[in-house]
């Protein structure tokens, strides 16, 4: 076993990727800090030195997952955008956040079935979300400015919306696969199911035709978004 490292923040990262893969793999239950700490050539007490128990590595497990994932919904970077672009990027930077991240799927399912007990005990999560629900009030603010979205929408009941239906395409795709007798993995199954949740959260926060400025039609709007939507796409590949 290696003796305490001179880089605590290289050992605690290298923990923390081994134990990820360990909860993601067989749960909470299942893994067993003995079989990280070997994999990690550290022993069980360096371990414990840095993250205290099984739960206190769960925890910050759950935390660096939530944060990876915040940090490539880049929702601070579509306030930029028009609010309709900004809102299709939303939608895709949040689906390939999931997409490009399956054990985050997988450890989401295991806290929810502990029905958040651990993640409970994080200090950080409000933290994390905060800035993107305050961003997509942003999107909202500029958009009502501007007459393209109606008045009195719920930032959090927008993003749960859009959240939802990315992550239940991902993570049901397979049982979903053999009951619709359907690919869902190709990248053109995926464009479809994007263009159409874009499509569902945008005439959701449009306003109604009649109280939209002349300047910009409905038309005008879903070619811009189709070309937003292409534009991040392509960021992602």
């Not at 050992?11 to 923390?16: D, M, S, T």
């Not at 022993?43 to 490539?72: H, I, P, T």
Request: proline share 4%.
């Amino acid at each position: 076993m290696a003796r305490r490292s001179n880089d605590p923040v290289r050992v605690r990262e290298k923990i923390l990727k081994q134990a990820t893969e360990e909860f993601a793999r067989i749960g909470f239950e299942g893994a067993r800090v003995d079989r990280i700490a070997a994999r990690c050539r550290v022993s069980k007490n360096m371990l414990y030195y840095y993250f205290k128990s099984k739960e206190g590595l769960f925890v910050a497990a759950l935390e660096q997952m939530y944060q990876d994932l915040r940090e490539q919904q880049k929702d601070l970077s579509v306030r930029a955008s028009d609010p309709v672009a900004a809102m299709g990027q939303l939608v895709h930077h949040t689906f390939y956040a999931f997409k490009n991240n399956p054990s985050a799927i997988r450890l989401m399912n295991e806290e929810n079935k502990h029905r958040g007990k651990y993640i409970r005990k994080s200090g950080r999560m409000r933290d994390l979300y905060n800035p993107l629900v305050e961003t997509i009030r942003f999107v909202l603010d500029r958009g009502l400015e501007d007459g393209t979205f109606r008045p009195d929408l719920d930032p959090t009941i927008v993003y749960l919306t859009l959240s939802s239906l990315c992550y239940h395409y991902l993570s049901n795709q397979f049982t979903l696969e053999i009951a619709l007798n359907r690919d869902l993995g190709s990248e053109e199954a995926q464009k479809l199911w994007l263009d159409h949740v874009t499509t569902l959260v945008l005439r959701y926060c449009l306003s109604p035709p009649a109280a939209m400025p002349c300047k910009k039609p409905r038309r005008t709007i879903f070619k811009q978004l189709a070309s937003s939507s292409r534009h991040v796409s392509l960021q992602q590949k």
